[in-house]
């Protein structure tokens, strides 16, 4: 299965999380120890950084939603108190907790009615985001997460694909845009380069706007000297640029734009050139893998370098100088009521059974991408003990007016990837074996511990260019596409057999077949596309929820052989589960023929098969056969079309 096999589910209250904690004690103080490495100091500056920018930017988004009531200091307060919370007591550490998208939605949502019906609005989100809370809580008790074992491999790779691709597009999105602040003249003629200009102007018709800022400030058209104000000064008043050397909001600024691409596209190339330095032919092992580790920090700080030295305006990051509440008028905590009518307080209960929803599929989903036994974790999962920290947070950003935050998937599986754990190669040529992830707590705590300190380090943030973390994102979206067997199913499309890679599955699966589940599970994608970035991407969850009935409709078209083989089966209610041993015989087997020991044939009979075998020169032939002798006679009786072979 996809999951642990402790979620099984527990009669008792709380049954799933006490198990949880459990298994968590006796790994908290190594936790903490695992984490004496450069490895782990390189991984918290790079996601840091790639954190950065998504909070700010979400409480931007956020602050022209709610017209300033919450923005990027109290996003970023906000990401740091939950951040810090959740790597301190989470039972998945190594997930990391960002923004989403539904959620801008659902706040925006929130803000229009209660803008509409004179309501307060961080009043009435406040008891939307404790009635949300409590039914975390709820679902935590009743071990809801025992459910997530129905979230499959078609589930979550629908899901991570989505959001890889949506950080892609959003990457390239926001570098276009930067052509809209930085426009480009495309009307140069070298000729008349000496007479370019562009002079602020007394506008020719005030809008009424215009009029009425002028006469708050007491101002007169013949008072001001339009021609000697500087660009930020004609725009502060309201006045007009004239000239060939103006765009439409400005005068142009020359180099910035295709700047901009350059320290976009190099921090790109720069980073994925540097991740794979490791398996280099050139210097020690130790400075190459020290090179790879770094190599998302090692680009940032180049690109920053050489935009300092060139002196080029690009966009900088944006950071809040002084830590207080956006808006005067509200402090760091909010009255559940307000003024609000008594009867809110009930009635917002509505609303949060869809925010639950939201709140529960985005967490359980990346938690179980994390969790996924290709990662080898060693240290247990911990679906209730999380929910419940996420839960616990929600409701105390809810009282003090700060956004919600839930684990974000890209940013989970980047902080994963970079803490793999390899083997030193020795040999020339051999490529290095994956062992497993350096499992502790200590990069996310500091993650989100730099974080809240940003607010102090704006003197060093604000050289940051936004290009480079655009290049970052672009980064992280399409590094995390490695490994996600949807994309290279994708591939074989027009592939001919001959040059097909030998992938497992295309041993035992029809092509045709595996053909189809791709094709189900791209309309699938698009299918979420289309309600993630529409209006509707409230109901985004629900979508994602819906990926599970219709994974369930796949076993209708597909056998139990094929579907163990591309995908995982679904648990059955009336299908007891195996025992320990045959788990183990069964885990053994499919162990030894990813590693090319041994090739199971397409039935269970493996002693009458013998063509089917291929042992390799460094085992004993003998023990080998025996081995499979045995466990032919013990299987002999049982359904083989049930196990994974």
């Known amino acids: 299965m996809t999951v642990d096999p402790v979620l099984h589910g527990d009669v008792r209250i709380f049954g799933g999380l006490y198990f949880d904690i459990k298994r968590k004690v006796p790994h908290y103080l190594s936790d903490y120890t695992d984490a004496f490495s450069l490895q782990c100091l390189a991984s918290f500056l790079f996601l840091y950084c790639a954190c950065m920018s998504p909070v700010i930017t979400f409480g931007g988004l956020l602050g022209e939603a709610t017209e300033g009531r919450i923005s990027a200091i109290e996003s970023l307060f906000g990401a740091s108190m939950t951040g810090i919370a959740y790597s301190l007591f989470a ?30 609005y961080l009043s009435l989100r406040s008891c939307i985001g404790l009635w949300t809370a409590f039914l975390c809580i709820v679902l935590v008790a009743t071990d809801a997460s025992s459910l997530v074992c129905y979230i499959t491999r078609f589930t979550e790779e629908a ?10 597009y959003e990457a390239l999105e926001k570098l276009i845009h930067l052509g809209e602040t930085y426009p480009f003249n495309m009307n140069n003629k070298l000729e008349t380069l000496t007479q370019y200009s562009c002079v602020c102007t007394e506008p020719t018709n005030p809008s009424n706007n215009t009029l009425e800022y002028w006469d708050s400030q007491n101002i007169t058209v013949s008072d001001v000297t339009w021609g000697s104000l500087d660009v930020h000064a004609c725009i502060e008043k309201h006045g007009e640029f004239l000239g060939n050397a103006c765009g439409p909001h400005g005068p142009y600024v020359p180099d910035v734009l295709f700047w901009c691409v350059v320290l976009f596209f190099s921090t790109v190339i720069m980073s994925a050139f540097l991740k794979d330095f490791k398996t280099s032919r050139y210097f020690p092992t130790k400075v190459r893998s020290i090179i790879s ?3 998302v920090f090692i680009t940032i700080l180049t690109m920053v370098l050489v935009d300092y030295g060139l002196g080029i305006p690009s966009p900088k990051l944006q950071v809040p100088n002084e830590f207080k509440p956006t808006r005067d008028d509200r402090g760091w905590l909010i009255n559940p009521l307000g003024r609000n009518p008594w009867w809110t307080a009930l009635v917002s209960v509505i609303p949060a059974l869809l925010c639950t929803i939201l709140i529960f599929m985005d967490q359980q989903i990346t938690a179980v991408i994390i969790n996924r036994k290709e990662h080898k974790l060693k240290k247990g999962c911990g679906y209730h003990l999380d929910l419940l920290i996420v839960g616990i947070m929600l409701g105390v950003c809810s009282i003090m007016g700060l956004p919600w935050f839930v684990a974000a998937t890209v940013l989970s599986i980047s902080h994963v990837n970079s803490l793999k754990l390899e083997s030193e190669c020795s040999a020339p040529g051999e490529q290095p074996k994956f062992l497993g992830i350096r499992e502790q707590r200590f990069t996310g705590l500091m993650i989100f511990v730099l974080m809240g300190s ?27 596409l490695r490994g996600i067997q949807f994309f290279d199913r994708l591939k074989l499309f027009g592939m001919p057999a001959k040059h ?15 053909h189809l589940f791709t094709i189900i599970q791209l309309s699938c994608l698009v299918l979420l596309w289309v309600i993630k970035t529409s209006r509707a991407a409230i109901v985004f969850p629900m979508m994602v929820l819906a990926l599970v009935f219709i994974r369930k409709l796949m076993d209708c078209f597909f056998t139990k052989r094929e579907l163990s083989w591309l995908d995982d089966l679904m648990p059955e209610s009336k299908k007891k589960k195996l025992d ?17 020991i041994i090739h199971l044939p397409l039935e269970g009979n493996y002693k009458e098969d013998p063509a089917m075998v291929n042992i390799s020169d460094e085992m004993d032939k003998t023990s080998v056969w025996k081995t499979l002798t045995m466990n032919t006679e013990n299987t002999k009786n049982k359904d083989v079309s049930s196990k994974r072979f």
């Open 293 to 295: 580790d770094f190599a």
């Open 580 to 596: 320990d041993a045959e788990r183990e015989e069964e885990q053994s087997m499919l162990a030894m023929e990813d590693e090319g």
């Open 159 to 168: 899901f991570a694909s989505l959001i890889c691709i949506i950080f892609i």
């Open 91 to 120: 039972g998945q550490p190594l997930t990391i907790l960002g923004s989403t998208g539904p959620v801008l939605v659902f706040e925006k949502i929130l803000f229009k009615f209660c803008k509409e019906y004179d309501l307060s």
């Open 454 to 480: 940003s607010v102090f380090m704006t003197s060093v943030l604000k050289f940051i260019p936004m290009p480079v973390l655009y290049g970052v994102f672009l980064y992280m979206g399409a590094s995390s």
């Open 500 to 514: 097909q890679p030998d992938f497992i599955y295309l041993r035992h699966v029809p092509l045709r077949k595996v």
